[in-house]
């Protein structure tokens, strides 16, 4: 109990609990909508943003909340009318947002900071004012699954039959991928850009076994995102190790446990 | 007034029209079958009626308005084949789906906070509306748990629910079992009585056993009134074989239409 004392953990515990019950929810309504290649186009593709705000002095978080923003824009422009089109889009978007990343940061003179940090997650090195950030976010998404939560299902399920009750599902699609691109800008910070897919999809693909709606799905989604990463952080606390990897580690080894529990009801 | 009718209708994605000179006229009540081979433009003139798409020439009204003003009243069921399985749904979210601002203008501000509950109201009538297909037992299973047929009945309470004077179902039998398929035409024989029904369907016991009119579409359309001349198969060895000939038959029909057409066009 004595890590409780430090700041730094303390501040990367509700980091993880924030960023983990972001993930489950918004991850959840990804994994539904089948958008887990496209939000990871944008989570790779925000190098490029981190790249331009290093060369341009401006806070990371800003500099890749924009630029990731702005990339989903596009994707949602490119693939709501055109979805059999996705893959390539995405693959595009995906290899030029880090190619982006790489260029203004070898034009950044003198740089020399940790990339690998923004790679696989620094939850150690996590800010007040990462905090605050992380905190406002969930609670937008809280209140925008809440207050639209219909309008989600319905797009969600049967996005033909939604525009033909007239709910306009090209604006929630959009405000999805809007929503999904700054969860992967926090998320960054705690299981880094590569990682971050397995955070919004493994606690999501065992929650999606245990509810029958789509609401007990994203809430438990995000108690399960919490355990994995309180898990993640314990484990390399206690053995000196990356703490994103060992975030996505435990989620891994819940979901094969999950499995093999499942396989032996069934059996 | 006719519930639907289409006026010399053409429509073309790009130069090669899909859909010309189709005419038809549907009253109060009918259950209108729609048939035709694959590629016929059956579903771009479903498109068409639910104001997906627009006519090039010619008009379509439901119940005297275009069909994007009239979308309260058209009920609509996708094909079988649509459903994702693994969706965390019930079948009382599937039944209330596409109906959020109907929710916010009848709730009460307390109701209004919490959209992921249903009030007494909906409930009653989720639950009146499953009845009519025989389905209110089911109103707390998964979705994904049900057989076929009892998912298609479910996705047909969907529609009732929005109160429609027009029901469209595409496909509704398609993966369902033939003692399914008889229920599923039997029911929507039953819904004609309420309101009326178009069913676009490779069954010819919808034809034969209870559709009101058959509609063929092969780029250009003919109406076969089957309440004046009941159609009969004379071949009951083989399903593929009986269809062919129904659709030579009223393909010729329609040549005949599109031949007294050309000459009344030249007079």
């Not at chain 2, 094909?79 to 994702?84: E, F, L, M, P, S």
């Not at chain 2, 034809?207 to 004379?234: F, G, M, W």
Request: charge should be neutral; aromatic fraction near 10%; proline fraction near 3%.
């Amino acid at each position: 109990m004595e890590i409780l004392h430090y700041t730094f953990m303390q501040n990367a515990l509700i980091a993880g609990i924030l960023v983990s019950l972001v993930a489950g929810i918004i991850g959840s309504l990804i994994v539904v909508n089948r958008l887990v290649f496209l939000t990871g186009g944008v989570a790779h593709s925000s190098y490029g943003g981190i790249g331009m705000a290093i060369y341009f002095g401006l806070p990371i978080f800003l500099g890749a909340s924009l630029f990731t923003v702005a990339v989903a824009l596009l994707l949602a422009w490119l693939t709501f009318k055109k979805r059999h089109l996705s893959d390539t889009y995405i693959g595009l978007i995906w290899a030029v947002g880090m190619a982006i990343g790489v260029i203004f940061v070898d034009l950044t003179p003198g740089y020399n900071t940790d990339l690998m940090s923004y790679l696989f997650g620094s939850i150690l090195a996590v800010q007040h004012s990462d905090l605050w950030f992380m905190g406002a976010l969930l609670a937008v998404v809280l209140f925008t699954v809440h207050h639209w939560y219909r309008e989600l299902l319905a797009i969600s399920y049967d996005s033909d039959y939604a525009a033909l009750r007239g709910i306009p599902t090209g604006r929630f699609y959009t405000l999805l991928l809007i929503l999904s691109a700054l969860t992967v800008v926090v998320a960054i910070k705690v299981v880094g850009l590569i990682l971050v897919l397995a955070l919004m999809t493994i606690p999501t693909h065992i929650a999606s076994h245990r509810s029958s709606t789509l609401y007990g799905m994203m809430m438990l989604s995000a108690l399960f995102a919490a355990f994995f990463t309180l898990a993640g952080l314990w484990l390399s606390y206690r053995y000196d190790l990356t703490s994103g990897a060992c975030i996505i580690l435990a989620a891994a080894a819940g979901l094969v446990l999950e499995s093999l529990w499942r396989l032996s009801q069934k059996g | 007034m006719n519930v639907l009718r289409v006026e010399n209708l053409r429509f073309a994605y790009d130069r090669e029209p899909v859909l010309q000179g189709v005419n038809l006229e549907v009253d109060a009540h009918e259950f209108v079958a729609v048939i035709g081979p694959n590629g016929g433009g059956k579903s771009t003139l479903l498109k068409l009626i639910m104001g997906e798409l627009l006519p090039d020439e010619g008009s379509i009204t439901v119940l005297g308005k275009s069909p994007r003003q009239a979308r309260e009243a058209i009920g609509y069921v996708p094909q079988n084949t649509n459903v994702n399985l693994d969706f965390p749904i019930r079948v009382l979210d599937v039944v209330m789906m596409g109906n959020p601002k109907q929710h916010r203008e009848a709730a009460n501000w307390w109701e209004r906070l919490f959209p992921v509950r249903y009030n007494s109201v909906e409930k009653r009538c989720a639950y009146t509306t499953l009845q009519k297909v025989g389905m209110e037992a089911y109103l707390d299973r998964r979705i994904g748990e049900l057989s076929g047929g009892q998912r298609q009945r479910v996705m047909i309470a969907r529609a009732l629910c929005a109160h429609p004077k027009l029901l469209i179902l595409d496909e509704p039998t398609s993966s369902i079992d033939i003692e399914g398929q008889k229920q599923i035409y039997a029911l929507l024989k039953e819904l004609s009585r309420d309101l009326t029904v178009l069913v676009v369907s490779h069954d010819l016991s919808v034809i034969t056993e209870y559709a009101d009119k058959a509609v063929y579409i092969n780029r250009s359309s003919y109406t076969h009134d089957l309440r004046r001349s009941p159609i009969h198969l004379q071949q009951p060895e083989g399903e593929h074989f009986c269809e062919i000939e129904l659709m030579q038959m009223l393909a010729e029909k329609t040549c005949d239409c599109e031949h007294h057409a050309g000459k009344k066009e030249k007079h």
